[in-house]
């Protein structure tokens, strides 16, 4: 069975680790011009369903350090906007003999489908609102950078963590490795505190107590269907409610980190002086992006014992392929 | 032509009979039954030692599809795995394409399911309460009752206009035409896959809340108690559907309910890593859930069980999560997952389980069936139950065409033998082979 990676909320404290350790190496290799290990010519399908720019470019980066080939693929312009079902996808691709998936979806779940379907190892660039793997590992990556370690720190992940599949995966991530997670935003916007039970963290609705003494802020992408869904009034009333500015931080600590995973909406989760502050580590976050994205498609490869093409040539019925890749 | 169902425990909810005897077969009808059976110029018996022998059992809540989604289910297909669940009677909804709203479709209904190739099992028609199921205009409601309907119902479409809800009832009650009713405020349901709870804001899934069910179940009752309209709530699934339906029923509302099979033995965590044959509507909920539904069988709450058998292609079955249809097969586990987890858990006797599964739901839609005293149906409706039977159920084993169930690979311990209706419609191999053993 291949391995993929879905959800941080698989994965034990020892592979995140791995996977931390790994991209910090790739890093020093990458910045230092020193040899890239090859984990062998393969082609790893792209398949953005959803609109990307810095995920997709970030995968791509990845990719290509590594020697990695990449098919794009993306939903217009192919055979999805001409009705085939995310499972004909899926089984076209793995008999186009694709050795890797990169997928985001708009559906919460489809990574898991299509790792179903695929039969080799498939990452997920986000799905849904479910989890989105590579940007939690990338946001603790910049952490440790700054801070040495996770054990310990408190994290207030601040806005819309109902529908943020960044939430759920950071949620997961910092505290597998030790951090106190929060998340703090509106009524309308966070989960009630009696559905929390299965995600880890503490709900708080005021932003004052959800920073207070905070080591790390991690502000969320406010969409404005959130409005017309009658979850909130209007952008004023968040940004006088939640905005991470100067004002606020100063319930956090002194040195709180500020994060973001962009697409930022300055003057709304941020203003300029807390965006563009040195507490501020949205550049790193993209940064380092890149060589948790290498690590990652290093360890679902890297597990791949059997380096030669997957049984692809024998085609068997799909019930005998559903069997051998359930 | 006799047949004598030779010494099974007879349950009769409609009489209240539950004792050891045979029942005697002649032509096409019961004639007799109890200890005293003649058992002369018996041409075919079959040995019920250990079995019960029950009246045919009744769905109210089966989706046949025919016409319009034929690649899920017919008539034809339907009707069959209906007579191997030991259904002679089944209620099938108006939800198809088009929506049952026009007395020639119900005579097509009617046509098929009475055709050589069919099930052998009577259909009873729910017609569309408004045109095309639109919830705005009534349909012919007169005509379609002359056509045969024996409810009226917005099944999958519940009608959020209280306005045309209460005009409903209020037709509905001049032609002394049940209202069946799926209970949804879809404004709060909206975009939701599953239960509203700890699963969905782990699993990013957009929740249904049980205050959808609960405030359409709670309006609908008072509109059954203010209009005297007969109201039967389809397939509830919250505590507070419940407590709806109970202080109803006190408050005198001609209300009654049903279960499906699902929302008595899952929860929501079923789910897992977004398995959509657990996704239902509505959806399966929370322990708390199910601790007051298996209470309320128990107490008579929840009148009655209902297969609510919705079959789907498997193309649309094996999809995202949220993309997925809502619903299960059912027709054939229904008797296994009740036995499994109400029977043998002592939650119903033997004689109200069959209450739940024939007599009650025959009861609350007037239909001739439900009974084993001779006469009282159109013709012998029996059901042979091997309530000890332990068994593996296969989805590829099954006559529906759809296979979409969470039940796969499931162990049961109950199972159908035998369908009457009229003549022998199904028998078990397990049954055949156990008879022949007797026999030799």
Redo the contacts between chains.
């Keep these: 069975m291949p391995r993929n990676l879905i959800a941080i909320r698989h994965l034990h404290r020892e592979e995140i680790s791995e996977l931390l350790e790994s991209a910090a190496d790739f890093k020093d290799r990458v910045t230092g011009n020193k040899p890239i290990p090859s984990i062998g010519k393969k082609v790893v399908g792209m398949l953005f369903f959803e609109n990307s720019t810095r995920t997709r470019v970030s995968f791509e980066q990845a990719a290509h350090y590594l020697g990695l080939k990449t098919a794009n693929f993306s939903s217009s312009g192919s055979s999805m906007s001409k009705g085939e079902t995310l499972k004909d996808t899926i089984l076209t691709l793995r008999y186009e003999r694709l050795e890797g998936l990169v997928m985001r979806h708009k559906a919460s779940g489809s990574a898991t489908l299509a790792a179903r379907y695929f039969g080799g190892p498939v990452l997920n660039a986000g799905d849904g609102q479910h989890e989105h793997p590579t940007q939690a590992l990338a946001d603790a990556m910049t952490i440790m950078e700054r801070r040495g370690s996770l054990d310990g720190l408190t994290v207030a992940i601040v806005g819309d963590v109902e529908h943020s599949r960044v939430a759920r995966s950071n949620a997961w991530l910092l505290s597998k490795m030790g951090a106190e997670v929060r998340f703090v935003g509106p009524r309308t916007l966070v989960p009630i505190p009696q559905h929390i039970g299965m995600l880890p963290g503490e709900v708080f609705h005021d932003l004052h107590a959800g920073i207070g003494g905070a080591d790390v802020i991690i502000c969320l992408r406010l969409q404005k269907e959130r409005m017309q869904e009658g979850m909130l009034s209007s952008i004023g009333e968040y940004a006088r409610m939640y905005q991470i500015n100067r004002e606020t931080l100063k319930y956090a600590k002194s040195d709180c980190l500020v994060m973001h995973p962009g697409p930022i909406n300055r003057g709304v989760e941020l203003d300029d002086a807390a965006a563009d502050s040195d507490r501020s580590t949205i550049h790193m976050q993209i940064e380092n992006g890149i060589f948790v994205r290498m690590a990652a498609l290093n360890w679902v490869f890297g597990s791949d014992e059997d380096r030669s093409p997957k049984s692809v040539d024998k085609p068997k019925s799909a019930k005998a392929k559903k069997e051998v890749t359930a | 032509m006799r047949t004598l169902l030779k010494n099974g425990r007879i349950l009769d909810p409609s009489q209240d009979l539950d004792i050891i005897g045979d029942v005697l077969i002649e032509m096409d009808q019961v004639v007799e039954f109890g200890q005293n059976v003649s058992n002369e110029d018996i041409e075919e018996t079959y040995d019920c030692t250990g079995m019960w022998i029950t009246p045919g059992l009744v769905d109210p809540h089966v989706h046949l599809r025919e016409p319009g989604g034929e690649d899920r289910e017919t008539i034809i297909t339907g009707t069959q795995a209906a007579a191997a669940g030991g259904y002679t009677t089944i209620c099938c909804m108006p939800n198809t394409s088009p929506a049952l709203d026009t007395p020639s479709l119900i005579d097509f209904i009617l046509d098929r399911a009475a055709s050589p190739e069919a099930g052998g099992v009577f259909v009873a028609p729910v017609g569309a309460l408004t045109k095309a199921m639109a919830g705005a205009e009534l349909s012919d409601l007169a005509s379609l009752k002359k056509a045969g309907i024996v409810a009226a119902s917005d099944e999958a479409f519940p009608i959020q206009n209280s306005l045309v809800m209460t005009r409903g009832m209020e037709m509905c009650v001049q032609l002394d035409l049940p209202v069946m009713a799926h209970c949804e405020d879809l404004n709060l349901s909206a975009g939701g896959a599953m239960n509203?709870?700890?699963?969905?804001?782990?699993?990013?899934?957009?929740?249904i809340p049980r205050t959808a069910e609960d405030i359409m179940v709670a309006r609908n009752c008072l509109l059954s108690l203010f209009t005297g309209c007969q109201l039967h709530i389809m397939r509830v699934s919250t505590w507070g559907a419940v407590e709806m339906v109970r202080q109803a029923k006190y408050l005198g509302a001609p209300v009654t309910c049903e279960i499906s099979p699902l929302h008595f033995s899952f929860t929501d965590d079923m789910v897992g890593?977004?398995d959509t044959t657990y996704k239902t509507l509505p959806p399966l909920r929370t322990q708390v859930d199910l601790d007051i539904m298996l209470q309320s069988l128990a107490d008579g709450t929840i009148d009655c069980i209902a297969s609510d058998h919705s079959p789907y292609a498997s193309?649309e079955v094996?999809?995202?999560?949220?993309?997925a249809p809502f619903g299960a097969v059912g027709l054939e586990t229904t008797v296994g997952v009740t036995l499994t987890h109400l029977t043998h858990k002592g939650i119903l006797s033997p004689l109200d389980t069959i209450r739940k599964l024939s007599t009650k739901p025959a009861q609350i839609l007037r239909l001739e069936a439900g009974t084993l005293k001779p006469g009282e149906t159109p013709v012998a409706q029996v059901t042979v139950i091997d309530p000890n039977h332990e068994w593996t159920f296969d989805k590829g084993k099954t006559f529906s065409k759809s296979k979409n169930t969470p039940y796969h690979g499931a162990k049961f311990k109950g199972k159908t033998m035998l369908t009457f209706s009229g003549n022998e419609i199904y028998r078990d191999a397990h049954f055949s082979a156990e008879r022949y053993r007797a026999l030799v």
Excluded: K, N
């Design positions: 509203e709870g700890t699963m969905s804001a782990m699993l990013g899934l957009r929740g890593e977004f193309h094996e999809a995202p999560f949220e993309d």
